[in-house]
């Protein structure tokens, strides 16, 4: 029994030493890595940390970081940025992956407690002038006086910073051919978001590389969460005061107001959509979409459907506060919905007759029987001759004169000059 625990214990130990010895080496690696960002960030944002952490669960990352860019005046704060690996020894391999530039079978990235300021660094200091497209700013409209939420009017509602996590990863199934993605975000007092796509692979990726030039991505699988966790009602309580009214007929206008910006721009939503996104506001709670196709399809194809066929394709299904939608009836005109998004179509490729071109002839050389007694018209060039004796030579023909034939044959340490009586020559080949 004491050979037992003893042996239990020896093993105890060189786990541990080994489990250090990887974390040691991660913990190394990772700090150069951050080391070298910061370094090459520094002449556009000044970035402290405060260290490098290595858990035994698989994962590795940066504590207690700081990002202070140089145009702006306030600073980004991030608690913990983690790489995460199904555990400590599938982290190690992952290195090593990709340093080859390997697919890792597994992978996220977390960041917690991100403190994003909602001013310069967010890009909402000067919303309100600046120059939009026309479906931008949808949540500001019935808003009274305001055309666009700010950096003032988030610190009105009460925001003047945005506090949360986020954790983005990647799972590939190789027994389904599927490659799970996974976006979990969770912002304090805003909102809560889970997506979950997958999609079907021909095979699974076997690098990076692969995943970036070959991957054709099919849709087999969506499934979209979004939770109020306080913005409905800040944004209520602030566009009602703003627009002199009672929070429900604020709603109203404002619900009119966006199905109005969306027809006028090639959207229309049916009754079905427009009440539950009036549910969704009044009420908070949980928007769910999910789409589970017949067959994975891929999403580039989606506009050579109607917009009833796509949603038929996608296998569309939507509840707002677990009540499930039954009316999913929305129309659109392509065309100017990429116009009020900017987006410029794809000019249609001239098309130019070929240029005919004649398909030169080309002839391959080979080698000729010839007459000897015609060898003299081939001067210069390579001949076969056989003598009687059953000889064969491979070489120049170098002249045909008073019955002899000189041929120049090339051997591995040189070349030799022969002199053939033409009365011994059997049969000759001229290449040519």
Not at 117 to 123: E, S
Request: charged residues 20%; aromatic residues 6%; neutral net charge.
């Amino acid at each position: 029994m004491r050979k037992l625990v003893n042996i239990a214990i020896a093993i105890l130990i060189v786990v541990v030493l080994l489990g250090g010895g990887i974390a040691g080496y991660l913990w190394y690696g990772a700090k150069q890595q951050v080391d070298q960002i910061v370094t090459m960030a520094r002449p556009f944002a000044e970035i402290s940390y405060g260290g490098i952490a290595v858990s035994p669960t698989g994962s590795v990352g940066v504590n207690r970081l700081r990002i202070a860019p140089i145009s702006a005046n306030d600073s980004i704060t991030i608690g913990a940025i983690r790489l995460n690996a199904p555990n400590l020894l599938a982290l190690l391999h992952t290195r090593w992956q990709l340093s080859r530039g390997r697919l890792p079978e597994a992978l996220s990235l977390s960041f917690q407690d991100i403190e994003l300021p909602l001013g310069d660094i967010a890009g909402t200091s000067s919303t309100e002038t600046t120059k939009s497209a026309p479906l931008d700013h949808l949540e500001a409209l019935g808003c009274g006086p305001i055309n666009a939420f700010g950096a003032a009017a988030w610190r009105e509602m009460g925001y003047d910073r945005l506090t949360g996590n986020l954790e983005i990863g990647y799972r590939v199934d190789a027994k389904n051919n599927v490659l799970a993605l996974r976006v979990d975000s969770a912002s304090r007092n805003w909102a809560t978001l889970n997506l979950d796509v997958g999609l079907a692979l021909t095979q699974p990726p076997e690098s990076l590389m692969a995943l970036a030039t070959s991957f054709t991505p099919k849709l087999a699988k969506l499934n979209l969460v979004v939770r109020d966790d306080g913005f409905n009602q800040h944004r209520n309580n602030y566009c009602a005061s703003k627009a002199g009214k009672p929070i429900p007929e604020y709603l109203a206008d404002h619900v009119r107001l966006v199905v109005e910006r969306l027809r006028a721009n090639g959207i229309a939503p049916g009754p079905g959509l427009i009440a539950a996104y009036q549910r969704y506001l009044s009420e908070g709670g949980v928007l769910t979409i999910t789409a589970t196709p017949p067959v994975p399809i891929n999403p580039a194809e989606l506009n050579e459907y109607t917009p009833a066929d796509v949603i038929k394709v996608l296998g569309l299904t939507l509840k707002a506060n677990e009540t499930p939608v039954t009316d999913l009836s929305v129309d659109w005109d392509a065309a100017r919905v990429a116009k009020a998004l900017g987006v410029e179509p794809e000019p249609e490729p001239e098309v130019t007759p070929a240029p005919v071109v004649q398909t030169p002839v080309v002839i391959q050389k080979t080698y000729h029987p010839t007459p000897v007694g015609e060898l003299g018209q081939h001067v210069g060039k390579i001949v076969k001759l056989r003598t009687k004796t059953g000889a064969q030579y491979r070489g120049q023909l170098d002249a045909f004169a008073e019955g002899l034939v000189r041929i120049t044959v090339r051997k591995s340490g040189g070349s030799v000059t022969l002199s053939l009586r033409a009365s011994e020559i059997t049969a000759a080949e001229v290449f040519y």
